[in-house]
């Protein structure tokens, strides 16, 4: 697991967790968009980062710095490497996690050269000294570095050439108001629509030279939960599933095939989805009922239930987060198979 993306709590690798797992690093490379034009989705962000960026070209200075904000998987990775191609300059890559002292960070600005890209990852996880000196740094293009240490020590000034930061958050929220208030421009990655999403897959299966029909990857891309890295990866479950069962060619019945085997159903839910929403339902009749609850009757991380599980089931209109604790809507009660009391929410 990358330290970048999974330091926070442990989950057993579910093909339909959006974090980054050991398996991917490779592929996602060689799947990665690599211009403007390429990346699939977000119409609006890229139509802004378009603006932003052929604005600042022409005026010739570096463009602001840049928040992408978003949930796991949707491409802020991908569209950090996106604009220092578009600028034709070089990405340096760090992350919030890697920057504990102002030591580590003025090591990253000292190489920096003019109009270079810098990244830092889960931005919104930097130490509080690093953060004070990328004040600076973003808006004066200058730090002071501390040399020595008690009554010897002194503050030497030192110059950064004009760059543009890339900052990429899972949670704006975490981000403080002066760091927020440094960027010139904010990102919102949004979940894609399953139309985009089968492009995702299409194109990825064009670069694997997997043999993928129409209705497959409308398929696969049905169940990624709105996110491309988990449609990459749905892929290549299926494709190894269509390798051992149908001459590598992927059709629906592989799709469906290999999904069942991976046990991913047709809403894109795992099983600790479908255990959340089992013991909601048929161990609390529906709710409502408190997170710790029901990560005990799992047997997970509350913060596992909160972080990894809720947000889609939430999205999928299958559960409601309320003051009192979570509802299961009437959906999750279809979904189940089970017919929800009266009064339920969306009950038929
Ligand atoms: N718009 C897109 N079009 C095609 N592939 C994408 C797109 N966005 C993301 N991906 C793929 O999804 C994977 C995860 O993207 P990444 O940029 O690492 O997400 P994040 O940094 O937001 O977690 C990458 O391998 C990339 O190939
Ligand atoms: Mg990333």
Redesign the pocket.
């Known amino acids: 697991m990358s330290d970048i ?1 999974r330091t926070e709590f442990e989950v057993p690798e579910s093909p339909v967790d ?1 974090h ?1 797992h050991q398996g ?1 690093t490779d ?3 060689s ?3 690599k211009s403007l034009n ?5 119409p609006k962000v890229r139509e802004q980062l378009h603006l932003v960026l052929s604005g600042a070209r022409q005026r010739g200075v570096t463009p602001d710095h840049i928040l ?1 904000s ?10 950090a490497m996106i604009v220092a191609q578009e600028l034709g300059t070089s990405l340096r890559m760090t992350s919030g996690p890697a920057l504990e002292r102002a030591g580590d960070l003025a090591a990253m600005l000292s190489n920096i050269m003019e109009g270079d890209v810098l990244f830092i ?1 889960e931005i919104h996880r930097i130490a509080r000294p690093a953060e004070e000196m990328l004040y600076m740094a973003m808006e004066d293009f200058r730090i002071d570095v501390i040399v020595g240490k008690g009554p010897g020590a002194t503050s030497i000034p030192l110059e950064i050439p004009p760059f543009t930061l890339v900052g ?1 958050t899972t949670r704006a929220g975490m981000l403080t108001g002066p760091l927020r208030d440094r960027f010139g421009f904010t990102a919102q ?1 949004e979940f ?1 629509d399953t139309e ?1 999403l089968t ?2 897959v299409t ?2 299966a064009a670069i694997l030279g997997v043999d993928i029909a129409d209705d497959a990857a409308v398929e696969i891309a049905s169940r990624s939960r709105g996110t ?2 988990i ?2 990866r749905l892929l290549r479950r299926v494709r190894d599933y269509a390798d051992v069962h149908a001459d590598g060619h992927v059709d629906l019945d592989a799709t469906r095939g290999a999904l069942e085997v991976f046990d991913v159903d047709d809403l894109g839910l795992d099983r600790l989805d479908r255990a959340v929403l089992d013991a909601l339902i048929r161990g609390h009749g529906g709710g409502p009922v408190g997170v710790n609850t029901l990560a005990i009757a799992v047997g997970e991380e509350s913060t596992t239930v909160e972080e990894v599980c809720e947000p889609y089931l939430v999205r999928a209109g299958l559960m409601s987060r309320t003051g009192r604790g979570r509802v299961a809507t009437a959906a999750a009660w279809y979904h189940l198979g089970l017919t929800p009391p009266e009064g339920t929410p969306g009950a038929l």
């Open positions: 993306e959006p980054r991917d592929l996602e490379k799947l990665r968009p390429d990346f699939i989705g977000q992408l978003g949930p796991p998987g949707l491409g802020k990775t991908t569209m990852d990429a990655m894609y985009d492009q995702v194109r990825a491309p890295r449609a990459n």
